[in-house]
């Protein structure tokens, strides 16, 4: 079966993405990105799949795969269960870290390990120990103290010892194979053009499947309709300006993102937020302003 591609953001005034998901949860399928993903198990027991490799994983399992290896963990659980968190995940660019390493070479150190995680790389609970609280805080910090933890946290994999690898020597990705299946070439679309006005029928051309076949592969692959799917692309796409730029209006966000419709953005981001964008704005402020007075 043909790995699905998944569509990482990463957010404007951001180096990499740090987030955590329950389950059953829509990223959870076997799928590959271009980035490199250090996958923390905070609950549950299961399978798990990297490459060629299929292994058992309980809490405490982290793994570092690197770009465009296809990859899924799988929990067991009853039937209809959901549980709020079971993974903690840190993603980023081969050009971050590559140009992160020509600023600090110290980070020199760090490059067989990168290089080895083309494999998948299991790191011993020992170290996984080590990593979870830094992790944990990771998901909500801000501003230098990212910074701060991702440093920490590559340290600590560049110095870890006994480390597995995953995938046979042998198991080479070929993400030019997985762009040729049509859902694959769908998603790819979204990703280059999601400010754009597409719709089904133009995305059924591109996947070579008919609107219907195509709306029932898309829901399958992603866990949501076309429309659920770019509507929180484009609301996250939002939120990273809104973050990133202060002097944006909410007007010309609400275009630049994509809607065409300053009440519809107003009530979509609501509903994917939970506040509407200038409460967002304003909650962004005053936790800036309070940093800057700590």
């Not at 798990?48 to 570092?64: K, R, T």
């Not at 971050?96 to 760090?110: N, R, S």
């Not at 790191?123 to 979870?132: L, T």
């Not at 107003?266 to 302003?289: C, T, Y």
Request: proline share 6%.
């Amino acid at each position: 079966m043909e790995p699905d591609l998944e569509v990482v953001q990463i957010r404007r005034g951001e180096s990499f993405t740090a987030w955590s998901h329950g389950y059953p949860f829509h990223t959870v399928r076997w799928h590959f990105h271009p980035e490199y993903e250090l996958h923390l198990v905070v609950s549950t027991t299961g399978r798990y799949f990297v490459g060629d490799f299929i292994g058992e994983f309980e809490p405490g399992n982290l793994v570092l795969t690197g770009p465009n290896l296809p990859h899924n963990w799988v929990s067991d659980l009853p039937e209809g269960a959901s549980i709020p968190l079971r993974g903690r995940v840190i993603q980023f660019s081969e050009r971050f870290i590559d140009e992160t390493m020509k600023v600090l070479p110290e980070l020199a150190t760090l490059a067989p390990l990168l290089e080895t995680s083309r494999r998948g790389v299991l790191f011993p609970p020992e170290v996984a120990g080590q990593i979870s609280p830094l992790m944990s805080e990771l998901m909500e910090a801000q501003g230098v103290r990212r910074i701060e933890l991702f440093m920490a946290i590559a340290g600590a994999l560049s110095r870890a010892k006994g480390v597995d690898m995953l995938a046979s020597p042998s198991y080479l990705p070929d993400p030019s194979g997985y762009m040729s299946v049509g859902i694959n070439k769908a998603l790819a679309y979204i990703r280059e053009n999601l400010t754009q006005q597409f719709d089904e029928t133009d995305l059924a051309s591109i996947a070579g499947q008919s609107t219907g076949a195509f709306s029932r592969t898309f829901r399958k692959h992603t866990g949501m309709s076309l429309v659920q799917y770019v509507k929180r692309l484009r609301i996250n796409l939002a939120c990273q300006i809104l973050m990133s730029d202060e002097q944006a209006s909410i007007t010309d966000i609400c275009f630049e993102v994509g809607f065409n419709n300053l009440s519809n953005f107003n009530r979509q981001f609501l509903a994917e937020k939970g506040m509407p964008p200038s409460r967002f704005r304003r909650l962004l402020a005053d936790n800036i302003d309070a940093m800057r007075a700590a």
